[in-house]
């Protein structure tokens, strides 16, 4: 077990306090424990980012958020009885007890199963003509456009590998020849490569029914003009306690409308609210999907993400949202890539 007394916290720790636990620990939990260490509950990222999405302040003491009712495993629980309990209950943790319910240890279904490399693809939409960039992508496509020391898609690709993927699938088009030259078949970067060739524009979702097969298992599809510093394991992990067929990363956004808002009853003025923030959850471009949805995309033709969520919303397909509170950037004007490139090293503690 890994050094799980450094996941103790009290319940009136803050939320945030717990998010500095869960990022800063290797088990990817936190457990809310009395002074003598029994335990009162659980808070996974899941927990944190549900909890966004309800609009809970990041101030607020943990127990607001917490799982008090959290699956545990005994002292005296066997390896196969604890390893069966969290394939069957979909646990990616679990807090191990004494019989007076003291935190005693945590298994981590990781290590139980001794987990390295994961076989989920990565598709990455690397075939845009990048117009709003011009005129540095007049020569050169977006996804090699250098941010800090390398490539954009380079950066995208080394974040996904930190987490134990390396299967990745590039849907290229614009001056496809020189990415493929670039990152060649992945082998000097440790990982497999494919390519899909956009003979036209496909849209965010159309180039998945250029796949010649389809995945067997969940797979990603991102945008390749992002980043960003999600954790993807998270991401998968959130994806499936939830069910889910698609999940779609979002970001809060917040606009100020710069006028007195005024509310009516018919002719009637009941209030007036002077320039109100308005608090929305946009598409930050990141999805995890499972291999069915692309039956649901139309053969060669133009197709975006959105109208695919949008089907399965209309058939009751079980669909999700999950938050970034991470660092996020869509490098689509010039005005972000000069700050992308700004604050990439202390991002991204430039790994070249």
């Not at 996974?44 to 917490?66: C, E, F, K, Y």
């Not at 690397?126 to 020569?139: H, S, V």
Request: proline share 5%; glycine share 8%.
């Amino acid at each position: 077990m890994k050094s799980w007394r450094q996941i103790l916290i009290p319940p009136t720790a803050s939320i945030l306090q717990a998010i500095e636990t869960i990022d800063q620990g290797a088990l990817q939990i936190a457990l809310i424990v009395s002074e003598n260490n029994r335990l009162l509950g659980t808070v996974t990222d899941g927990d944190v980012r549900r909890g966004i999405l309800r609009g809970v302040s990041l101030d607020r003491p943990v127990a607001d958020i917490m799982n008090d009712h959290p699956i545990t495993a005994s002292s005296q629980d066997t390896q196969e009885t604890i390893l069966a309990t969290m394939k069957l209950r979909r646990l990616q943790q679990i807090p191990i007890l004494d019989q007076s319910g003291i935190v005693i240890g945590v298994q981590v279904l990781a290590d139980m199963l001794r987990a390295g490399q994961r076989d989920n693809w990565v598709v990455l939409m690397a075939g845009g003509l990048g117009t709003r960039l011009a005129p540095l992508t007049n020569e050169c496509p977006k996804p090699l456009l250098k941010v800090g020391s390398k490539p954009l898609l380079e950066t995208i690709m080394q974040n996904f590998i930190e987490y134990g993927f390396h299967k990745f699938y590039l849907s290229v088009n614009y001056k496809a020849e020189m990415i493929r030259d670039y990152f060649g078949d992945g082998s000097r970067f440790g990982v497999e490569i494919r390519y899909v060739h956009e003979e036209k524009r496909m849209g965010t979702a159309g180039a998945l029914s250029l796949l010649p097969e389809r995945p067997d298992e969940t797979f990603f599809v991102m945008n390749g003009d992002l980043l960003t510093k999600v954790n993807f394991q998270q991401l998968l992990d959130f994806h499936g306690e939830h069910g889910a067929m698609g999940t779609m990363c979002v970001r809060e956004y917040d606009f100020q409308i710069p006028y007195g808002v005024v509310k009516t009853d018919r002719h009637r003025l009941q209030g007036i609210v002077e320039k109100p923030v308005e608090h929305f959850f946009v598409n930050a471009g990141i999805y995890v999907l499972e291999p069915s949805c692309i039956d649901l995309i139309p053969a060669g033709e133009y197709y975006d993400m959105p109208s695919l969520f949008e089907q399965l919303i209309e058939q009751q397909r079980e669909t999700s949202v999950f938050p970034i509170r991470e660092y996020w950037m869509d490098i689509g004007q010039m005005a972000d890539y000069e700050r992308a490139n700004g604050e990439f090293a202390e991002v991204f503690h430039d790994r070249s």
